[in-house]
Nanobody, 129 residues
Framework: DVQLQASGGGLVQAGGSLRLSCAAS????????IGWFRQAPGKEREGVSC????????YYADSVKGRFTISSDNAKNTVYLQMNSLKPEDTAVYYC??????????????????????WGKGTLVTVSS
């Protein structure tokens, strides 16, 4: 069975840090790009960051550039999102998802929300002011 298990969310004060993890299983990890999306209350889900498992290419939304860092440990089939200098507007449920590398190759653009093959359950990040 395909699984994407996100973890690491929690409550943190503004300016603090959290590291999210996304553990993948049940598919060929190296053939996919793994993305992080978030959805705040009353807002649409948006792409935050994405990494190619094959060549390490990365995408960051403008709102998180310079604060968030995505990385991949292919030996563990796990992608991490290091979030620093957190702001209250980062509060959201964070989801990880997988898209075949063949279908997402332009890392200047946000990963395709409707094109992701697999989704994990979200993890809640709450940033207090």
């Amino acid at each position: 069975d395909v699984q994407l298990q996100a973890s690491g969310g929690g409550l943190v004060q503004a300016g603090g840090s959290l590291r999210l993890s996304c553990a993948a299983s049940g598919f060929t990890f190296d053939d996919y790009a793994i993305g992080w999306f978030r959805q705040a209350p009353g807002k649409e889900r948006e792409g935050v960051s994405c990494i190619s498992s094959s060549d390490g290419s990365t995408y960051y939304a403008d709102s998180v550039k310079g604060r968030f860092t995505i990385s991949s440990d292919n030996a563990k089939n796990t992608v991490y999102l290091q979030m620093n200098s957190l702001k209250p507007e980062d509060t959201a449920v964070y989801y990880c998802a997988a898209v075949p590398g063949l279908y997402y190759s332009d890392y200047d653009k946000t990963p395709p929300l409707n094109g992701m093959d697999y989704w994990g359950k979200g993890t809640l990040v709450t940033v207090s002011s």
